[in-house]
């Protein structure tokens, strides 16, 4: 069984500042881990994702998350959050080898405050 | 890269009537995807096609929903006899399979209400 947890309905913070969206997963093996993020009435855009190697993984949009085994975390980070990052952020996993259906947290509001 | 596209953006129907969308995935994606999503939710896994072939099915889906890929290329998905909880949004990804990392690419969806 595989899942995804994004314990943070909604993270709120100051323009400028560094802003955190955290998640959790449990997958049985070598997970592969994603993140995406929705703006209203859109499809969810693909930020960056987590194979194997650096614990670190740079993405789009000044984005990076940091892989961390022991705690299974994959928290979302950025130095210096801007008033358009506000959204809605999905994190997303799957198994490792084929196809494996993907598993996506529940979304956690991201307020930047001006 | 045209990008995911689904059609139509919003439907408003009835209950008990039909529905059918339809999605373009990227040209040279053999892989695609249907989701749900409902408001505060993730998206929900439907079903997913590689090529022509529909390789699994939600338990989600029940028996009014039907999906295809005739021929490889777009999907449509159709949902019959709707029912107030089918109100949601029907979301398209696609993604290319030569390996399992590759990110799903997703179009804007199709947001169905049922009155």
């Known amino acids: 069984a595989q899942s995804v947890a994004q314990p943070e309905d909604q993270v709120n913070v100051a323009e400028g500042n560094p802003l955190t969206v955290k998640c959790t997963y449990s997958v049985s093996g070598n997970p592969y881990l994603f993140w995406y993020v929705q703006y209203p009435n859109r499809g969810l855009q693909f930020l960056l994702k987590y194979i194997t190697g650096d614990n670190l993984v740079k993405g789009s949009y000044g984005f990076e998350a940091e892989f961390n085994k022991s705690q299974t975390s994959f928290h979302l980070k950025k130095p210096s959050a801007l008033v358009s990052d506000s959204a809605l952020y999905f994190c997303?996993?799957?198994?490792?080898?084929?196809?494996?259906?993907?598993?996506f947290g529940t979304g956690t509001k991201l307020q930047v405050i001006p | 890269d045209t990008g995911v596209s689904q059609d139509p953006r919003h439907k408003i129907t009835k209950r008990g009537q039909n529905v059918t969308f339809r999605c373009d995935p990227i040209?040279?994606?053999?892989?695609l995807y249907w989701y749900r999503q409902t408001l505060g939710q993730g998206p929900e896994f439907l079903t997913y096609?590689?090529?022509?072939?529909?390789?699994?099915k939600s338990r989600l889906l029940s028996d009014r929903f039907s999906a295809e890929r005739p021929k490889g290329s777009f999907s449509t998905l159709e949902i019959q006899r709707t029912e107030q909880g089918d109100s949601a949004m029907y979301l398209c990804?696609?993604?290319?399979?030569?390996?399992?990392?590759?990110?799903?690419?997703f179009g804007d969806g199709t947001r169905l209400s049922i009155l």
């Open positions: 990804a696609s993604s290319f399979s030569d390996r399992s990392n590759q990110p799903q690419h």
């Open positions: 040209s040279e994606h053999n892989r």
């Open positions: 997303a996993g799957h198994l490792s080898g084929g196809y494996q259906k993907v598993t």
């Open positions: 096609f590689q090529n022509e072939a529909q390789l699994e």
